[in-house]
Each structure stands twice: as structure tokens, then as C-alpha cells.
């Protein structure tokens, strides 16, 4: 019969259950799934020395896994590296999607989806499984690359550590929309309303050296 | 003779010399404004039972300080307004400025600009600081946008608790400039460049309940 298919909720637990805006938070599996895919950066949270430290770094999903890569000489990756145990993580996506001015400053706020990860991050040995994790990086960045590019050689694959995290304790938090002034506040002379905000891919700028006839690839000029 | 001026860059810690890639940190003062100044939301890290916690937040600086802020309710305020010692925290704020596709996988990477303060976090209680702090806050969003709103009325400014971090601890990290292919790299087939990425804002969209003579106000208009 195989395995059963994935719910189509992550479970809440203690620490996805939020103490304010509950109504904005989702264990969506697909609203989760897609607010990662199309993030570019995420924020990787771990402890060290008692501190927490909030790193940047690309990240990529293949189904229910998310992987990070790094320098073997990388403080997390050393990290996670050195203990059966793995390393504890939280891996944050966010998107700003607008600017919200309302007449009171109180009710400023920012359209946003966001996805919050809680973890275990544990390095991958399997070679295999480290090849494929290696191309979903590059894919992340730009779908249809990493078939068009000079995978890892040996060396390379020696060189870079990659952490697999997977997406058990998972949340989402949205808000759209447009001002929630109170009442009283409308009658007020100031403009009120949402500055959409972006993000854009600017035309593509080759390197000097290219290759003859090493063309713009189709996979690029659909961005 | 007053309080001498600031040194023109932060002093390096443990905490941020980077064990790799020491080419690309800063210390610098006026680049670490910049990069902060142009961001919107934060990720903002702490430490949990134990466990990382990392959540995207609006942030603004004055100075060499920076302030968030959020509900009362909200788990990292009220772990910060319960204990004398603030709450060791750490904030990053990272521009993503373009994807750099090398010829090889393992070269591909990233221009950006990041920032990374650690700090010890403690709640505002001053009712000036505070005022000016959501004032600073509103305003880093907008520039312009704070002297345009109602300000906050006692229950409102009860409800929001702000939190300070100063910038002692501090470093940036910047990638920039082109692909960085092996030599032996250089004659393969595959395009290689770096693909601009910006954020850019739309068109304002006005609520549809403004109060007569309510104009989009120039400091919009130039954004």
C-alpha cells in the first residue's frame, strides 16, 4: 500500500502556535511549500555559546526537506558536523509584499508572508542524496540551472557541507489587505494606503569572458 | 569638550570575525548604516527554552541604536520586559542584490549586503525614547511619513512595547562584482553573468474610504 500521502496540515505544536495575530498563521502544507519556493535567502537561527546568531544563506526544498550548504570550515555547518545530536535551528523565509500607512501610526504595518521552521539540522553524508540536495541549490536560484552548468567534482563535494532540515514543525504567517484604521481615525485628512512592494530580476549582465556562442539560456530570459 | 566622536568603525569581537570569507567583512560604520538604513524588515534571533527562534520585524535606528518593537503580548518583548539582564539577541538585516550563475555549481553564489548586530536587547521605558522610537520606526519604513499620521494615545502606547539593541557588536558582509570560474572553467559552453535583483515599489493604492482632499503626498510620490 506504500506510505500514506502527507497531510495537507504541518501539526501545530507549542512553539507554532502563536501568542498574538492567530489569525494570520497557517500549517497550509502548500501555501508553506510555496512561500519557500519562492524565497531566494533564508535566515538561519542557531545557538552558540548560550547566543543566538542569525545567519543569511541560500536554502532549497525537495518535497518535505529543506538544505542549506556551506564551507565545511562554516561555524554552523562545524557545528552540526561535530554532534550526533545535530544542530537545533530555526529557518525563517519572509517576503514583504507592501507597505501599509494607515491614518494612525499605531496601525502602520507591512503586507508580508513569512514561513518559520523549527528543527534539527543534521549534515548529509550520503553521496547521493548531497549531489541531488547541490543541484536543488542551484535550482532554487534559477530553475533549468543546475542541469546547464559543471556539477561538483569530488574536491568540490569535499569542500562544501550541506545540512538537511525537515519540515515537521512549520508555519506560515500572512498578512494582505489593505488599512485597518479605527473609526474615528477616517475623518483624518492623511493618506492612507498599501505600497506594493517587489521584487524584480534585472536584465541579465554576462560575463566578460564567455565562451563563443554561449548564448542567453531560455531558463533566463523567462525571469 | 563633550563626548568624543564615534570611532568610523565598530570594533571587531569573537563574535564577528568570520572563520571564512574574511574578505568580504566590514566593520565599517557608514557602510553598516547604509545597509541598515535601506532595509525594511529584520530577521531578529533569541534563544528559547533552549532553542533558537528567529522572526522577520520591523526595525529602525537612530544613531547607534536600534529600536523594534511589537505587542506587549508578544514572546520576545515579554522575555525581554522580564528580565533585568534584556534579552541577548541577534539581528541581521541582508539586501539580496543578484544571482551569480558560474560556468561551474560549485561557484554559483550571491551578491548581497548583510548586517549582523549582537546585543543584549532591552525594553524602553522613557516615555520620550519610546515616542521617538515609533516615530523612528514609522519613518524608516517612509521617510516623511511620521510627522503625516496620528500619533500614538496613551492606550496605544501601552500596548507597544519598544525594544533598544545598540550597534556595539557589529559587522557587515558584502559580496559584489562578477562569476569567479576556475580557469579551466572559462572555455565551457554554459552563459554565465549575474542576474540584478532589486526591490521596487508599485504604484500606492489608496483605501477606499479617504477622507476628502486626502492627496498622495509627495514624499510617496518620490519612492
Not at 528543527?119 to 533549468?144: I, N, S, Y
Amino acid at each position: 500500500m506504500g506510505t500514506p500521502p502527507p497531510s495537507d496540515v504541518y501539526e501545530p505544536t507549542d512553539r507554532t502556535v502563536p501568542t498574538r495575530s492567530a489569525h494570520r498563521v497557517s500549517y497550509d502544507r502548500e501555501l508553506v511549500h510555496a512561500i519557500l519556493d519562492e524565497g531566494r535567502v533564508c535566515h538561519l537561527g542557531f545557538v552558540r555559546d548560550g547566543a543566538p546568531v542569525v545567519l543569511p544563506t541560500l536554502y532549497a526544498r525537495a518535497g518535505e526537506r529543506l538544505y542549506v550548504h556551506g564551507s565545511t570550515g562554516s561555524r554552523p555547518l562545524r557545528s552540526a558536523g561535530r554532534s550526533d545530536d545535530g544542530l537545533p535551528v530555526c529557518l525563517t523565509v519572509t517576503h514583504v509584499d507592501g507597505l501599509v500607512l494607515a491614518r494612525s501610526a499605531f496601525h502602520h504595518s507591512v503586507n508580508y508572508r513569512s514561513v518559520v521552521v523549527h528543527g534539527t539540522a543534521r549534515p548529509v553524508t550520503d553521496e547521493q542524496e548531497k549531489r541531488a540536495a547541490l543541484d536543488a541549490l542551484v535550482d532554487h536560484a534559477v530553475p533549468g540551472r543546475a542541469a546547464d552548468c559543471r556539477p561538483a567534482n569530488a574536491k568540490e563535494l569535499a569542500a562544501t557541507a550541506v545540512l538537511r532540515l525537515d519540515l515537521a514543525e512549520v508555519s506560515a504567517k500572512v498578512r494582505t489587505g489593505g488599512v485597518a484604521d479605527e473609526p474615528e481615525d477616517l475623518a483624518l485628512p492623511h493618506w492612507a494606503g498599501v505600497i506594493p512592494v517587489r521584487q524584480r530580476y534585472g536584465t541579465p549582465v554576462a560575463a566578460a569572458d564567455l565562451a563563443p556562442g554561449a548564448a542567453l539560456p531560455a531558463y533566463l530570459m523567462a525571469l
